[in-house]
């Protein structure tokens, strides 16, 4: 079983950043695990937004690229997403996912094994 505990959502005018961590406990080894950050909208399915291998491999969505990005601290058990030039379209609630699998920054919900409660981000324009 993994844990994971989002933390750093908020309130943030358009064009501001914010970072968000992801801290993991439980009985995986943190470093076998690809992490991933997805997010979802008021009426709006959950979308993708980037994960991470335990090597530092990547993966983005069209709409985080550029803007966001992803890193890991191994030793501390967390993921990071920090996050650039925030718009409105980017409000949502961020979910923090692990992948037991570790094989790749997938980006497939279904693909995750342990999810997160998830922390609210808002950018008001």
């Known amino acids: 079983q993994v844990q994971l505990v989002e933390s750093g959502g908020g309130l943030v005018q358009a064009g501001g950043s914010l970072r968000l961590s992801c801290v993991a406990s439980?009985?995986?080894?943190?470093?076998?695990?690809?992490m991933g950050w997805f997010r979802q909208a008021p009426g709006k399915e959950r979308e993708f937004v980037v994960a991470i291998t335990w090597r530092g491999r990547t993966n983005y969505a069209d709409s985080a690229k550029g803007r966001f990005t992803i890193s890991r601290d191994n030793a501390k058990n967390t993921v990071y997403l920090q996050m650039n030039s925030l718009k409105a379209e980017d409000t949502a609630v961020y979910y923090c996912?692990?992948?037991?699998?570790?094989?790749?920054?997938?980006?497939?919900?279904?693909?995750?094994?342990?999810w997160g409660q998830g922390t609210q981000v808002t950018v008001s324009s």
């Open positions: 996912a692990a992948d037991g699998d570790g094989l790749g920054p997938r980006s497939r919900s279904v693909d995750y094994d342990y």
């Open positions: 439980g009985g995986r080894t943190f470093s076998s695990l690809s």
